[in-house]
């Protein structure tokens, strides 16, 4: 087991589903062995890898209540060395359900123990907001990796996850990490997104990638066919920058 990631940012629209679609698939074409896992109620990770979310019967959701355990959950070979444990809407009830039940903040954790060594990497999709949802994935996580969308107020909002994060490491995870921030959505073609870059690697301490994902049509069109963007276009600017990242997140460390 190399690291279990949480892919989080509490503002939609930073390229979060995208981003854990795409490396998980980069570290799987890599022969890296991924488990994806959608937190998300909105199931678009469930979707862009082309599983049907109004079917699935076998959830995070029923998961998250103790209905079925993780290797129950788990669709196998999305893709040669990619899994998924799906999501739907039924997980936007998680949060009330959640409420009864003690330790509730560790039961992803205490989920996934059951089949963390099957697996290098286990990737999981937050939705887009600080919610019980959000807390269990990065108390399950070793690290969380943060997509920031370059434009005016990618800062805003950044603070208060890195809160959040201190708060998790210091009363539920204490070996959490920041995995790092990636710039998504870049656009050479505006001064805009390079001040944003600038303006980020000023006021951050923390690891930044090297990657920047650019602004890219055949990214945007893939989830509609089910697909990553390395089986959807695999030449496209945005499969080369998404297996540039997978490279950089493999040697994340052994610099």
Known sequence: MERIIAIANQKGGVGKTTTTINLSACLAEKGKKVLVVDIDPQGNTTSGLGIDKRSETKTTYELLLQE??????????VFENLDIIPSNVNLAG????????????????????????????IIMDCPPSLSML???????????????????????????????????????????????????????????????????????????????????????????????????DTKSAGAESYRELADEVINRGKE
């Open 68 to 77: 079925i355990t993780a290797r129950e959950a788990i669709h196998k070979d």
């Open 134 to 232: 959000t807390v269990n994935a990065m108390t399950a996580a070793d690290t969380v990796l943060v997509p920031i969308q370059c434009e005016y107020y990618a800062l805003e909002g950044l603070t208060q996850l890195i809160h959040t994060i201190g708060l998790v490491q210091k009363k539920l995870n204490p070996s959490l990490e920041l995995e790092g921030v990636v710039f998504t959505m870049y656009d050479s073609r505006t001064n805009l997104s390079l001040q944003v870059v600038e303006n980020v690697k000023d006021n951050l301490t923390t690891n930044i990638y090297k990657t920047i994902i650019p602004r890219n049509v055949r990214l945007a069109e893939a989830p509609s066919y089910g697909l990553p963007i390395n089986r959807y």
């Open 94 to 121: 998680a949060e009330i359900d959640l409420i009864d039940i003690e330790h509730r903040e560790y039961v992803l954790r205490d989920a996934l123990k059951e089949v963390e060594d099957d697996y290098d990497f």
